[in-house]
């Protein structure tokens, strides 16, 4: 109660303006307040246009982007087929080039055993690495050795033949 009778003195101590001085007072806030509100409005007008310049902005940055995903050339599968080719080592049969592992002829009947490194060869250069993973009677599965590849875009086809020491 004590505090409410304070702010109730101090209220009635303040002295007030004539009403005339009062009224004009408040007609200058109030033409204050409209310019700040008109401001408001143009800076709100503005951003709703950058709003939608970006909008666009990013729409064609997206179609861009699509049209260079679609003109991006696609990985050439490694072709599956058995190649008619003699010579020294083991002709690769088959490539897996998403697990990056070869079948290669030859296998316990050859002398082949799990663990031993052999190279890729391709017309007599070396193109890359494997370690022979698993054994059969007559094929052998070899794993690629990815950082032994001498360059990229080279892999393991069939037809390219392996060779162990």
């Known amino acids: 109660m004590r505090i409410s009778l304070l702010c109730l003195f101090a209220l ?4 007030s303006l004539p009403a005339q001085e009062n009224a004009t007072a408040m007609r200058i806030e109030l033409m204050e307040l ?9 800076e709100n007008d503005r951003l709703k246009e950058e709003n939608q310049n970006l909008k666009l902005q990013l729409q064609e940055q997206q179609r861009q982007a699509a049209a260079r ?3 991006r ?4 599968p490694v072709p599956q087929v058995q190649a008619q080719m003699t010579g020294p080592g083991h002709q690769v049969k088959y490539v897996n ?7 290669i002829d030859g296998g316990s009947e050859r002398g082949l055993e799990v663990g031993e490194e052999g190279r890729i060869l391709r017309q007599g250069e070396q ?12 094929q052998a599965v070899v794993d690629l050795d990815l950082n032994s590849l001498k360059r990229p875009g080279l892999y393991p086809k069939s037809g390219d033949r392996v060779l162990f020491p």
């Open 12 to 15: 009635l101590s303040i002295p």
């Open 34 to 42: 409209r310019g700040v509100l008109d401001a408001l409005r143009a």
């Open 69 to 71: 995903e679609q003109m």
């Open 73 to 76: 050339p696609r990985p050439t």
């Open 97 to 103: 080039a998403q697990h990056h592992y070869l079948i």
């Open 127 to 138: 193109i890359g690495k494997v370690t022979v993973s698993d054994v059969k009677k007559a």
